[in-house]
C-alpha cells in the first residue's frame, strides 16, 4: 500500500489500511523475536490453564478468592489472545498490513479486556478486604450468587461503553500516515493518524480512563488501605504475616498492570517514544499475563498445595494404566 504519511487531507488519501511498525526497526531479529514470543504465548496459555484446572477442581480451592483468581486467568489468556498472534504473523510473515475493521475489532477488544482486568482487580480486592477485616460476615456478604454477578458485572460492564468509545475513533478520518508506530491497535497510536480534530476523542478516551481505570483503582486503594489498618492491629506477627500473604500476590499484580499502563498512557509527551511505548505495552500485554500464575502459585499454600495433589493424582494414574 501507498504510505500517505504527510500528504495533505482530502478524499484521494483516505487510508483504508494500516501499517505496524513494531520491531521493524529490529530487522535482524524477527525470528529471534517470532520464537521468544511464541515460548511467551505457550506459558501464559499453560501457566493461566493450570490455574484454571486446579480452581476448579480442587476442593481446598472451591473459595471466593480463587473464583476470581479462576475468571483472572481465563481474562489473561484472551487479552493476550488479542494481540500477541498477530505480533507473530507479523514477525513470521513480515506483512504488518491489518485492514481498517481488523484494527477496530482487535482495539474494542483489547479495550473491553483491558476494562475487565481492572473490574476484577477491584473486585479481588474487595475479597481480600471482606476476607480481612470482616472475617465474621465473609461466607454472607461472598455467597456464591454475588460472586458470580460480580464476575458477570466485571466481564460485561465496559461493552457499552467501549462499543461507543471504538466507533467515535474510527468514525474520523485517516488521511495522513498509515503507519501505526506500535505492535497493535491501541488507542494513542491510532489517535496519532486521525485527521482534522480529535480533541472530542481525546476527552472522551479520558472520561473513559476515570470510569474503567482510575475508579477501579481508587476502590483498590481504599481496601487496602482498610486492609492494611486491620492487619497493623492483629495481636501476633504471625496473624499479621498470614493476613499480608493473603495480599501480597494480588498487590504485586496491580501494580505491574496499572503502573505500566498509567505510565504508558499518560506520561508527559516530551519524553514520549515509540520503543518505551512498546516496552511499556509489552510489559501489560505479555509479561504480566507470563508471570501472574508463578506469582500466585509460589506465594500462594493452598495453589502450591493444589498444584502437588493434582501432580500426583496425573502421576499416580500413569501407573495405573502402565
Known amino acids: ?70 475468571n483472572f486467568s481465563f481474562l489473561e489468556i484472551c487479552c ?11 514477525l513470521w510473515t513480515q506483512d504488518r498490513k491489518i485492514c481498517f475493521l481488523a484494527c477496530a475489532v482487535q482495539m474494542f477488544f483489547f479495550t473491553i ?15 481480600r478486604y471482606v476476607a480481612i477485616c470482616n472475617p465474621l460476615h465473609y461466607p454472607l456478604v461472598m455467597n456464591p450468587t454475588k460472586c458470580t454477578q460480580m464476575a458477570i458485572g466485571s466481564w460485561l460492564g465496559g461493552i457499552p461503553i467501549q ?8 468514525s474520523l478520518r485517516f488521511c495522513y500516515s498509515n503507519r501505526i508506530d506500535h505492535f497493535f491497535c491501541d488507542i494513542p497510536p491510532v489517535l496519532k493518524l486521525a485527521c482534522g480534530d480529535t480533541s472530542m476523542c481525546k476527552t472522551a478516551v479520558y472520561v473513559v480512563f476515570m470510569m474503567f481505570v482510575a475508579f477501579p483503582f481508587m476502590m483498590i486503594l481504599g481496601s487496602y488501605s482498610k486492609i492494611i489498618a486491620t492487619i497493623v492491629k492483629l495481636p ?29 498512557y499518560f506520561r508527559p509527551k516530551s519524553t514520549n517514544s515509540a520503543g518505551t511505548d512498546e516496552l511499556l505495552s509489552l510489559v501489560y500485554t505479555t509479561v504480566t499475563p507470563m508471570f501472574n500464575p508463578l506469582i500466585y502459585s509460589l506465594r ?23
Open 1 to 70: 500500500m501507498e504510505d500517505t504519511e504527510n500528504k495533505p487531507e482530502d478524499n484521494s488519501t483516505t487510508v483504508t489500511q494500516f501499517l505496524f511498525l513494531g520491531f521493524s526497526e529490529l530487522p535482524n531479529l524477527q525470528g529471534f523475536l517470532f520464537w521468544i514470543f511464541s515460548i511467551m504465548y505457550m506459558i501464559i496459555i499453560i501457566g493461566n490453564s493450570l490455574i484454571i484446572v486446579i480452581a476448579r477442581i480442587d476442593p481446598a480451592l472451591q473459595k471466593p478468592m480463587y473464583f476470581f483468581l479462576a
Open 80 to 90: 493476550v489472545s488479542v494481540t500477541l498472534p498477530r505480533i507473530l504473523y507479523n
Open 113 to 127: 479486556l483491558a476494562a475487565t482486568e481492572c473490574f476484577l482487580l477491584a473486585v479481588m480486592s474487595y475479597d
Open 163 to 170: 462499543i461507543g468509545q471504538t466507533c467515535g475513533i474510527f
Open 236 to 264: 501476633t506477627a504471625t496473624g499479621q504475616a498470614k493476613a499480608f500473604s493473603t495480599c501480597s500476590s494480588h498487590l504485586v499484580v496491580v501494580v505491574l498492570f496499572f503502573g505500566s499502563g498509567t505510565i504508558n
Open 300 to 322: 500462594n499454600k493452598d495453589v502450591i498445595a493444589a498444584l502437588r495433589r493434582v501432580l500426583l493424582k496425573m502421576k499416580s494414574h500413569r501407573v495405573i494404566y502402565k
